[in-house]
């Protein structure tokens, strides 16, 4: 007998893999008391006839701006109960599109800023064989629905600052949105400065969103491997408010203090990369290096000098840097 998965896909915007909608989201600037309506077409692009379900919910995104969903009413600023749509259910043939039409009855006592949800259009579960298991997937699409009542300044803050690994440098910033409305660009630059003033790294993220109690958790990645010295590193944030907030840390990096590991060598960084993956120092990479990591990561002579042996570059030596220089030395077999 063949198994049997449920998988339930998410595709939030256009596809053409199964049904199509002609709407990304909706945004409206609304007053308390008032009652506003959208509409969106939903298409059948499959070569059978499917019948769709249509209801709202909740969503949020996490610190790395990846989106998270909810019964409808799970969160404070929840429009779910303020939401309707027509209809509940249809049914479409090849080919065929139907229009869904929203309704949104703004509360008299509706709090001031951004509220949302999302309308979800689901798909009938279908077979799919999948090597040998059939597995029944059911795809839905999600328009994201926003509502701005009254007006209020954009925020932010720039809660944490802070470095990953040095091989290259990254950093990673912590932003949050502790104001009432939805910031849907955020942009933000980051500047490095050595011990003498001069700027060695200035580079600007991609533009990010950040809901209304939201905290997203931004990694800068730069192509500066540090020599050892002080830096200086400048993160500015524009919210999209009247004032651009500035956030700065120092970075020391120290001088490696390298010791044998074992025998009387030293190890040996044998590409200048940083890295020194020649752990017992004979001028060659091989499984020796990987054993003798494998038992000796947790020594002194490897913890007082995590840049060197950071091989996965998260900032520590651990027994992921093991797995790491292991799989560099497969990637370096003839």
């Known amino acids: 007998m063949r198994n049997l998965l449920w998988i339930s896909t998410l595709l939030l915007g256009l596809t053409g893999l199964a049904l199509e909608v002609d709407l990304l989201e909706v945004d409206l600037n609304v007053a308390p008391g008032q009652v506003y309506t959208f509409s969106f077409l939903a298409r059948n692009e499959t070569a059978v006839a499917e019948t769709f379900s249509v209801y709202v ?3 949020d995104r996490d610190e790395a701006g990846g989106n998270r969903f909810y019964p409808p009413g799970t969160l404070p600023r929840s429009l779910a109960a303020w939401l309707s749509v027509a209809p509940g259910s249809f049914s479409l043939g090849p080919g065929e599109t139907r229009e869904v039409r929203g309704t949104l009855h703004v509360p008299a006592d509706a709090p001031v800023g ?7 259009v689901h798909g009938e579960p279908r077979p799919v064989d999948h090597g040998g298991t059939t597995v029944m997937v059911a795809r839905r699409i999600g328009i994201k629905v926003y509502a701005t009542v ?8 720039v809660r944490r ?3 990953g690994g040095l091989n290259p440098l990254w950093v990673v910033m912590e932003f949050a949105n502790p104001g009432v409305v939805n910031l849907r660009q955020v942009r933000s630059e980051v500047q490095i400065y050595d011990s003498q003033g001069g700027q060695v790294v200035q580079i600007e993220p991609d533009p990010f969103p950040c809901l209304p109690g939201g905290v997203r958790r931004l990694v800068v990645e730069t192509e500066l491997r540090p020599a050892p010295g002080m830096y200086l590193v400048v993160a500015r944030v524009d919210p999209g408010g009247e004032e651009i907030i500035a956030a700065q840390a120092y970075l020391r990096v120290r001088p490696l203090s390298l010791a044998p590991v074992a025998g009387d060598a030293v190890s040996r960084d044998l590409d200048g990369d940083g890295l020194y993956e020649d752990l017992d120092g004979d001028e060659v990479f091989a499984e020796r290096d990987v054993e003798l990591f494998r038992a000796a990561w947790m020594s002194p002579q490897v913890q007082t000098n995590v840049r060197a042996f950071d091989f996965n570059n998260d900032g520590r030596v651990d027994e992921r840097d093991v797995e790491a220089l292991t799989e560099l030395l497969a990637s370096r077999a003839p």
Do not use: M, N
Not at 114 to 120: D, E, L, P, S
Not at 151 to 157: C, F, I, L, S, V
């Open 57 to 59: 919910g909740d969503w």
């Open 114 to 120: 951004t509220h949302w949800g999302i309308v979800f």
């Open 150 to 157: 009254g007006t209020a300044p954009a925020q932010g803050q």
């Open 161 to 163: 600052l802070e470095f």
